[in-house]
């Protein structure tokens, strides 16, 4: 699993989806222990932090963590699951579109949306960090921004702030 | 020194208990990736970490991530297996998400003591801090206590989308503990701080920092250098100029796969002297690390 073929990692993110919880969770392990290869997993492991089981989530969130930016065909699936109802799915698209910079900036409309009050803190906060990393794009998310500046949340509101630097505002 | 530390040196001292030198303390940083319930399960695993372990005074560890709270005690417990008196203190679960993270030091109880009182979480009420650092401090019991080298621990592993920002709150944190006691100067930043020494800039608002990892690379696929020991070198002259990576494919014969399932990064660990030392010496940084099998 140190150097695995793309072969490997695709028959592994398909697993991640299997009945047996102990084949998801030795699969998201297996992903986990796979390094920057694992980034074409980077869909279904964010998919993974919302299952049911919670070994299966932690191991997915550590192999986001050391995965680097997502390939591009993955953003699509990302800037969809921004919205999802799980907020740690939705914290993780985020940052790994936040990864992506520039190359994100499709997803700016939903990532602005969850600035709005209410949102889960930390995905609000991932959000303003996102947008911030996309830079002159995210342009149109100006107005959010500025109200997420605005917070009550100390961090929200620096992140918001930075953003709006990055921007161009 | 650095002849006494060789006694470590023998690989055949597994099988044994672990002799340590007299005149160093040594105190380790270990990020062990996601360790819960299912690393736990595994009994090779189980056994390198406790080698590591038994091999220094005091591991820092990074990466507990478990809903049970027997994780740590049972791992202690193996540490002791061979009759070994480590024992712990853990901190509370940690991380902005639903997915927790807890700091842990582990210790040598016949080589240092823990003031248990002075233990917590840095406080962050401007949240700059995914996981704000657990500090503890700890003296040695090598030396007579009035004579024992005391200081703090600093346990951090910092959030890898927000490295620069992490790396200066971190410096903020260094420069409160430093003031935190009129009686202590000795504070020691150590983890996974994702960064080497060239993105270690904020650091050097610390007067004399140093550092004792440098030239090397911490994770397992020897690619990285993201763990340290960061300290103020005036202050803290009772390091020894002496530090390594414990490698863990190298030190115990594991292929890389075997290595990756007990954790994506080496153990990193630096020596210091058990007395306290009053005033600032000069002793040069070592360029090379010494290995410890």
Same mark, same amino acid.
């Given at each position: 699993m140190t150097?695995?073929?793309p ?13 047996d919880?102990a084949?998801?969770?030795a ?12 980034? #074409? ?5 964010v ?16 192999a ?9 065909e993955?953003l699509?699936?990302l800037?969809e699951?921004?919205?999802a ?6 914290y993780?698209?985020i ?22 009050p ?5 995905v #609000?906060?991932?959000?303003a ?9 995210a342009r149109a ?5 500025r109200e997420?500046?605005?917070s009550?949340?100390p961090r929200?509101a620096?992140?918001a ?7 161009g505002? | %020194? ?7 040196l023998? !690989? ?6 672990v002799v340590?030198?007299?005149?160093a303390?040594?105190?380790?940083s ?7 319930? *299912?690393?736990?399960?595994k009994?090779?695993?189980v ?15 990074? /990466?507990?991530?478990a809903?049970s709270?027997?994780i740590?005690?049972r791992?202690?417990? !193996?540490?002791?297996?061979? &009759?070994s ?6 901190g509370?679960? /940690?991380?902005?998400?639903? *997915? ?14 823990v =003031?248990?009182?002075? !233990?917590g979480?840095?406080?962050d009420?401007s ?10 401090r700890?003296r040695?019991?090598? %030396?007579?206590a009035?004579?024992?080298? *005391?200081?703090?621990?600093v346990?951090?592993h $910092? ?6 920002? /992490?790396?200066?709150?971190?410096? =903020?944190v260094?420069?409160? %503990?430093?003031? !935190?006691?009129p =009686? ?5 930043l150590?983890?996974?701080m ?8 904020s650091y050097?608002?610390?007067?004399g920092?140093?550092?004792?990892v440098? &030239?090397?690379? $911490?994770n397992t696929?020897?690619t ?8 103020a ?6 390091y020894?100029g002496?530090?390594g990576?414990l ?23 630096a020596?210091?002297?058990?007395c306290?030392i009053?005033?600032?010496? $000069? ?7 010494t $290995?410890?099998?």
């Amino acid at each position: 699993m140190t150097d695995s073929s793309p072969a490997e990692i695709h028959d592994l993110a398909r697993q991640l989806t299997a009945a047996d919880p102990a084949v998801r969770r030795a699969a998201a392990e297996r992903l986990c222990r796979s390094g920057p290869a694992a980034a #074409a997993a980077a869909l279904p492991l964010v998919r993974a932090c919302g299952d049911a089981d919670e070994g299966v989530r932690e191991q997915a969130v550590a192999a986001l963590e050391e995965l680097g930016a997502p390939p591009s065909e993955a953003l699509a699936g990302l800037i969809e699951a921004v919205a999802a109802a799980d907020p740690l799915v939705a914290y993780w698209a985020i940052t790994l579109l936040g990864r992506s910079g520039e190359a994100a900036a499709a997803g700016v409309t939903a990532l602005a949306r969850q600035l709005a009050p209410g949102t889960d803190p930390a995905v #609000a906060q991932r959000a303003a960090w996102a947008l911030g990393r996309i830079g002159s794009a995210a342009r149109a998310a100006a107005g959010a921004l500025r109200e997420a500046a605005s917070s009550s949340d100390p961090r929200l509101a620096r992140l918001a702030q930075e953003a709006l630097s990055a921007v161009g505002e | %020194m650095i002849c006494c530390l060789a006694v470590l040196l023998p !690989a055949a001292a597994f099988a044994q208990p672990v002799v340590k030198p007299w005149d160093a303390v040594l105190i380790a940083s270990f990020n062990i990736q996601v360790f819960g319930e *299912s690393k736990l399960a595994k009994p090779q695993v189980v056994e390198v970490l406790a080698r590591v372990v038994r091999k220094f005074d005091i591991v820092a560890i990074q /990466e507990v991530r478990a809903k049970s709270d027997d994780i740590i005690p049972r791992f202690v417990q !193996a540490v002791n297996a061979d &009759g070994s008196r480590y024992h712990y203190l853990i901190g509370p679960r /940690e991380g902005r998400t639903s *997915s927790k993270e807890q700091y842990v030091f582990v210790y040598d109880t016949t080589r240092v003591e823990v =003031d248990a009182a002075s !233990a917590g979480v840095f406080p962050d009420p401007s949240d700059r801090l995914h996981r704000p650092p657990m500090c503890a401090r700890f003296r040695t019991r090598i %030396m007579p206590a009035q004579a024992a080298f *005391s200081f703090w621990l600093v346990n951090t592993h $910092t959030d890898p989308d927000e490295v620069p920002q /992490e790396l200066a709150a971190l410096t =903020d944190v260094f420069l409160g %503990m430093q003031s !935190a006691r009129p =009686d202590e100067d000795d504070v020691i930043l150590l983890g996974d701080m994702n960064a080497g020494p060239p993105e270690f800039k904020s650091y050097q608002r610390i007067p004399g920092v140093g550092w004792a990892v440098s &030239g090397a690379t $911490t994770n397992t696929r020897r690619t990285k250098t993201y763990d340290n020991l960061v300290f103020a070198r005036p202050a803290t002259s009772e390091y020894l100029g002496v530090w390594g990576v414990l490698d863990l494919q190298s030190t115990f014969g594991l292929p890389l796969d075997n290595a990756l399932e007990v954790s994506d990064h080496n153990p990193v660990w630096a020596a210091f002297h058990p007395c306290e030392i009053g005033g600032p010496q $000069t002793i040069p940084l070592a360029s090379q690390p010494t $290995t410890i099998r």
